[in-house]
């Protein structure tokens, strides 16, 4: 049981500073004692002398080796002491900043009204004895918050683990015999975890070598897996441990132990998921490494994935080497060559075997646990580590297959999956017939187009401060452009189950160019001077085409949760590009008519989504507007993090479970007296909740109100914060009521959904 906060706040660690000193001396004493000082025989002398002395009779035999036999006892004493206080030394230098960095979270965590227990939690204060009224409760801190203080805390309880963990290993390695010094040295506790990692693997390789791995019993598989999750990110192990067992090895072991004759019951498939996670980390570190022998160990796997696998002491067929390792690609982020290298050959064996994935990946082999009877596609593990590899995915989705090769023409990785054009994928379905593997997809274009994993959890834009930054900035924005034009309708999502909520979060991040873009009404953005407003050129700004980004929301805005991350993320932008304005009230203004557009657009594709669907069902319709119209029920509780080179951004809610990062166009450098009215206004989109009960049902005209209402909120909070007086804030609600029409305009398909 690793360490709690209480337990690391109250070490004690004087006595092991004491130890430390001590040991430090012990080591000087025993050196002394072993070569010698300050003109006074040692041991090293004393052996030399001994080996030069001129021995006859029994002292030739017995003297010169017990002499000799000492002196090295003497310089081995010397050695653990050294290793000893090394070992003891890096302890203590850890175990102070662990404790010293959970003090300083701790503290700031109290600063902000956050209470964190002996557990980890974070928890927002309660209230003061007495105090009902949610009005008269200090404000607490958001749900975001929370979660970003836990796993800082989680963090260092685990660091501080870790530190234990290998300093009580070390120790008893050097202890292990009472009457020998002998032993390698050890130079501090990075030295100890390199051997430890390397034993393990050595020792669990030899094990998996004698064969047999399915007949491991419950308590065998809960060790090892134990121990993968020690050593997992310890790079001496999972280099050890991949090379020992071979690329080819490493398919056997997984296909043997995953999928015995007879199957696994549900117990044993659960041991099976942490194998299956803590291996798929396990590799991936390892393919980091760029030495020999793991360069070999790539090659290796990569040729085998077109060979069967059928299990040992079996014939036949069985899984091929693609379907196996792609399943150990689920967790871990992979080496971008080797994702390169893997995913350029399994796209091309699938190409060129002469009939469709669904027949290729036949194989019934359980290699996911729990089973979820999933067809076994490659496919779908390998666009699952892409989605965890953000510049291996970026550059898959630009490259290309075929160039020739074998008789195949050359085709884009982007439209051989997206389905766009003649020679496309076809996903294999699964048990219900419907196609799997899209949300993989959706995970890869997500990483690829967003510049951070997926599934990241505490997601950030990535910097825009070098030439190599920017480059990339511009390839994120030019992918971006082709899933927008490709994804322009709601048929073209709901065919492809699962990608809707990574084309939601894709959105949501590029806000930013989708407001630029719809800021062009009728080509007019560059006499309106566009690219000044949204400084286009600073934040590196693409234009997608008006009618592909028409296209592109309106079929996101026919659901209802794609439809949200949209408008969280597009609110928050609009606000942030209002305070990015300064002084400068006429464009502040002119920004926010910019976002009542896009709003405009939104709900009137959202509305007429929800006519659609529930035209004989008038009811259902209505709670469906009413939810629409307080559609802000956060998942995370806003919050802006400053991040360096990308100005502040946004953590808002997203579809799915994950979230996404919104950028906002001003800067952290920005005055609080020019953000703060757009602080208060992402303020407000954390405290909306829609209102589901059975009551809530005014129709269609409540959601319209409510979606105006919406639209108007950057615009309110600006004419408040700047004091407008009631003729100047009409003359704004005149524009606002224009621009809102006109985003309607752009998705009115006369009720009909696209």
């Given at each position: 049981m690793g360490l709690t906060v209480r337990q690391l706040l109250d070490l004690q660690l004087g006595g092991l500073k004491a130890t430390v000193d001590d040991w430090q001396s012990m080591a000087r004493r025993l050196r002394a004692l072993a070569t010698g000082t300050d003109g006074d025989a040692g041991a090293k002398q004393l052996d030399a002398r001994a080996r030069k002395a001129d021995w006859s009779g029994a002292n030739a035999q017995v003297g010169r080796g017990f002499v000799t036999r000492t002196a090295g006892e003497f310089n081995d004493a010397a050695a653990a002491a050294r290793s000893v206080h090394a070992v003891l030394r890096d302890a203590h230098s850890g175990l102070t900043r662990h404790q010293d960095a959970l003090a300083a979270v701790i503290a700031d965590a109290t600063r902000r009204n956050i209470h964190i227990n002996d557990k980890g939690g974070a928890q927002p204060p309660s209230a003061p004895p007495g105090v009902l009224a949610q009005e008269d409760r200090p404000e607490g801190p958001t749900k975001s918050e929370l979660a970003a203080v836990e796993q800082q805390v989680a963090r260092i309880l685990r660091e501080a683990d870790e530190t234990d963990r290998v300093a009580a290993r070390a120790l008893r390695a050097l202890s292990r015999d009472r009457h020998d010094f002998a032993g390698r040295p050890v130079a501090g506790l990075a030295d100890a975890a390199a051997r430890q990692g390397a034993a393990d693997a050595k020792y669990w390789a030899a094990k998996i070598a004698r064969g047999d791995v399915a007949g491991w019993s419950d308590d065998e598989l809960g060790r090892f897996n134990e121990m993968l999750g020690l050593q997992r990110g310890n790079s001496a192990f999972t280099e050890a441990f991949a090379v020992a067992l071979g690329g080819r090895g490493t398919l056997e072991f997984w296909r043997d132990l995953s999928s015995p004759e007879g199957g696994v019951d549900a117990a044993r498939s659960g041991l099976l998921a942490d194998t299956q996670?803590?291996?798929?980390?396990?590799?991936?570190?390892?393919?980091?490494?760029?030495?020999?022998?793991?360069?070999?160990?790539?090659?290796?796997?990569?040729?085998?994935?077109?060979?069967?696998?059928?299990?040992?002491?079996?014939?036949?067929?069985?899984?091929?080497?693609?379907?196996?390792?792609?399943?150990?690609?689920?967790?871990?982020?992979?080496?971008?060559?080797?994702?390169?290298?893997?995913?350029?050959?399994?796209?091309?064996?699938?190409?060129?075997?002469?009939?469709?994935?669904?027949?290729?990946?036949?194989?019934?082999?359980?290699?996911?646990?729990?089973?979820?009877?999933?067809?076994?596609?490659?496919?779908?593990?390998?666009?699952?580590a892409l989605g965890h590899n953000p510049e291996a995915s970026l550059k898959f989705f630009n490259d290309a297959t075929g160039e020739g090769r074998d008789g195949l023409a050359r085709t884009d990785n982007f439209d051989y999956l997206v389905g766009k054009g003649d020679d496309v994928r076809a996903w294999p379905p699964g048990e219900d017939g419907e196609p799997v593997g899209h949300d993989n997809l959706g995970h890869a274009l997500e990483s690829a187009t967003l510049g951070y994993a997926y599934d990241a959890r505490n997601p950030s834009p990535p910097p825009m401060t070098t030439a190599a930054d920017i480059e990339a900035r511009e390839a994120r924005t030019a992918l971006t452009a082709r899933v927008v034009d490709h994804y322009g309708s709601a048929e073209t999502i709901d065919a492809q189950p699962g990608v809707r909520d990574s084309l939601a979060r894709i959105a949501a991040g590029h806000v930013d160019s989708i407001s630029y873009t719809m800021a062009n009404f009728g080509g007019s953005g560059e006499l309106t001077d566009r690219d000044g407003l949204f400084d286009a050129k600073g934040r590196h700004l693409a234009d997608f085409g008006q009618s592909d980004t028409v296209n592109f929301l309106t079929a996101l805005a026919s659901e209802k949760s794609s439809y949200d991350t949209v408008s969280a993320a597009q609110q928050a932008y609009t606000s942030s590009l209002m305070a990015a304005q300064g002084d400068r009230h006429e464009d502040a203004i002119d920004a926010g008519m910019a976002g009542t557009v896009v709003h405009g657009l939104l709900d009137e594709a959202r509305t007429e989504a929800i006519g659609k669907e529930y035209a004989d069902e008038a009811d259902e319709r209505n709670r469906e507007l009413e939810k629409q119209g307080e559609w802000r029920s956060y998942a995370v509780g806003a919050s802006v993090a400053v991040v360096a080179g990308a100005g502040a951004a946004l953590v808002v809610p997203a579809a799915g479970a994950a979230a996404v990062v919104a950028p906002l166009a001003f800067d952290a450098a920005q005055g609080a007296t020019e953000t703060a009215w757009a602080t208060n206004t992402i303020d407000w989109l954390s405290a909306r909740e829609y209102d589901n009960s059975e009551d809530a049902r005014q129709g269609i005209q409540r959601a319209q109100r409510e979606g105006e209402r919406n639209a108007m909120v950057p615009l309110q909070n600006f004419a408040e914060a700047r004091g407008m007086g009631p003729k100047e804030f009409r003359d704004v609600e005149r524009r606002a009521y224009v621009s809102y029409a006109q985003g309607g305009h752009f998705a009115d398909s006369d009720n009909a959904r696209f």
């Open positions: 996670d803590h291996l798929s980390m396990t590799l991936a570190s390892a393919t980091h490494s760029e030495s020999p022998a793991m360069d070999a160990w790539k090659r290796d796997v990569i040729s085998a994935g077109g060979t069967y696998f059928p299990g040992e002491g079996r014939t036949g067929t069985g899984p091929y080497g693609f379907q196996i390792m792609s399943s150990l690609m689920n967790k871990g982020r992979y080496e971008s060559g080797f994702l390169r290298d893997y995913g350029e050959e399994l796209i091309e064996f699938e190409r060129r075997y002469p009939a469709d994935p669904e027949v290729v990946w036949r194989s019934r082999a359980t290699l996911d646990h729990p089973p979820d009877g999933a067809p076994n596609d490659p496919m779908a593990g390998y666009l699952e």
